[in-house]
């Protein structure tokens, strides 16, 4: 049975602290609040009760095998999450905390097995948005956060998304404005012989390795029920609903095609060749020209491809960005945007 979902707008450096009162009595009563972090916006839960986080997938439709990262408001009430702190957690989280990176860690007891997938390990990172700190510290509580998304579809950088897949399903979005981020944490595993980096993200390997050095590599499995070290490591993920391919060679060929054969055509290039100002040849063609930055870029991406769904394009085609470490977080997404269903 559908329930009225309550869209409150708050200012993103400066809440209003009733509104976050409000928020944290939701969520302290087993109840689901999406917020924003600096990254996408989190779909939280008491990470400590298993009933509200089983919510989070029942909301999503997430599958019971991927785990959720737990957000804390500082390093101290992260470490109360995990059984070990090593000494490369406490380098990264001086270094990087708050801030968009998760640590995978031996799990403390209190952590239910539902928020680890049954598995061994917890993630868990403190956000650097005031509107997710604040709730966090008001709350009094850890939350289990994934993306307010249905589970495979595109990350939301607004409220706005966020009520495209969850209006109906939770009782409050705290709405603070389009996230700078735009990608989900960069995913580290503390639990391997070196460690391993899970998930790309906004902080480079090179930032990384500056801290903890040489990285490893992550083993796949073969198992596809085993639980999952860390979120975002499904084949299909970050989808939008018009399927999405990749042109390494810009693309400007296929849009072409595709157009000119009917089809409404979404178009992610780093730049417009001379005949896409043909209105003939790129009749149709929704096109946006992104930035050269890889920062930049991934601020914009998921809100692009929203817009593009929003348009009713059928397909999208995106160039494919170099094949640098800067842009592997975006290559990632992109990966498994591509995916078929």
Same mark, same amino acid.
């Given at each position: 049975?559908?329930?009225?979902?309550?869209?409150?707008?708050? *200012?993103?450096?400066?809440?209003?602290? *009733?509104?976050?009162?409000?928020?944290?009595?939701?969520?302290?009563?087993?109840?689901?609040?999406? +917020?924003?972090?600096?990254?996408?916006?989190?779909?939280?839960?008491?990470?400590?009760?298993?009933?509200?986080?089983?919510?989070?997938?029942?909301?999503?439709?997430?599958?019971?095998?991927?785990?959720?990262?737990?957000?804390?408001?500082?390093?101290?009430?992260?470490?109360?999450?995990?059984a070990? !702190?090593?000494?490369?957690?406490?380098?990264?989280?001086?270094?990087? !905390?708050?801030?968009?990176?998760?640590?995978?860690l031996?799990?403390?007891?209190?952590?239910?097995?539902i928020?680890?997938?049954?598995?061994?390990? $917890?993630?868990?990172?403190?956000?650097?948005?005031?509107?997710?700190?604040?709730?966090?510290?008001?709350?009094?509580?850890?939350?289990?956060?994934?993306?307010a998304?249905?589970?495979?579809?595109?990350?939301?950088t607004?409220?706005?998304?966020?009520?495209?897949?969850l209006?109906?399903?939770?009782?409050?979005?705290?709405?603070?404005?389009?996230?700078?981020?735009g990608?989900?944490?960069?995913?580290?595993?503390?639990?391997?012989?070196?460690?391993?980096?899970l998930?790309?993200?906004?902080?480079?390997?090179?930032?990384?390795?500056?801290?903890?050095?040489?990285?490893?590599?992550?083993?796949?499995?073969?198992?596809?029920?085993?639980?999952?070290?860390?979120?975002?490591?499904?084949?299909?993920?970050?989808?939008?609903?018009?399927?999405?391919?990749?042109?390494?060679?810009?693309?400007?060929?296929?849009?072409q095609?595709?157009?000119?054969?009917?089809?409404?055509?979404? !178009?992610?290039?780093?730049?417009?060749?001379?005949?896409?100002?043909?209105?003939?040849? +790129?009749?149709?063609?929704?096109?946006?020209?992104?930035?050269?930055?890889?920062?930049?870029?991934?601020?914009?991406?998921?809100?692009?491809?929203?817009e593009?769904?929003?348009?009713?394009?059928?397909?999208? $085609?995106?160039?494919?960005?170099?094949?640098?470490?800067? !842009?592997?977080? $975006?290559?990632?997404?992109?990966?498994?945007?591509?995916?078929?269903?």
């Open positions: 049975m559908p329930i009225d979902t309550e869209i409150v707008r708050v *200012d993103a450096n400066n809440p209003d602290a *009733d509104v976050i009162a409000r928020a944290a009595e939701i969520l302290r009563s087993g109840g689901l609040v999406a +917020f924003p972090t600096e990254t996408v916006y989190g779909l939280g839960a008491n990470a400590l009760d298993p009933q509200a986080v089983g919510r989070i997938f029942e909301a999503k439709g997430r599958p019971s095998n991927n785990p959720l990262i737990v957000h804390a408001p500082d390093v101290e009430a992260a470490r109360q999450l995990v070990a !702190w090593p000494e490369a957690a406490e380098r990264l989280a001086a270094r990087f !905390w708050p801030g968009p990176l998760t640590l995978v031996p799990r403390a007891n209190t952590i239910p097995d928020v680890t997938a049954g598995g061994p390990t $917890v993630a868990v990172r403190v956000p650097a948005h005031p509107v997710a700190l604040a709730l966090l510290r008001a709350a009094e509580i850890p939350l289990a956060a994934p993306s998304n249905r589970s495979t579809q595109l990350s939301p607004r409220a706005e998304h966020v009520a495209e897949g209006s109906g399903l939770i009782p409050m979005i705290l709405d603070a404005g389009p996230t700078t981020g990608l989900e944490s960069t995913v580290i595993s503390l639990t391997t012989p070196r460690p391993t980096l998930r790309p993200g906004l902080i480079s390997p090179a930032e990384l390795r500056s801290v903890v050095g040489r990285l490893g590599l992550r083993e796949e499995t073969a198992d596809t029920h085993a639980p999952l070290p860390s979120p975002g490591l499904t084949a299909r993920h970050y989808a939008p609903r018009a399927r999405l391919e990749i042109a390494e060679n810009g693309g400007a060929q296929r849009v095609d595709l157009a000119q054969n009917g089809v409404r055509v979404g !178009w992610l290039t780093f730049a417009l060749p001379p005949e896409a100002r043909q209105p003939t040849a +790129f009749a149709g063609v929704v096109a946006y020209v992104m930035p050269l930055s890889p920062l930049e870029y991934a601020a914009q991406l998921y809100a692009r491809l929203h593009l769904d929003a348009a009713g394009v059928e397909r999208i $085609v995106v160039a494919m960005p170099p094949e640098t470490e800067a !842009w592997q977080a $975006v290559r990632d997404r992109l990966h498994r945007a591509a995916t078929p269903p």
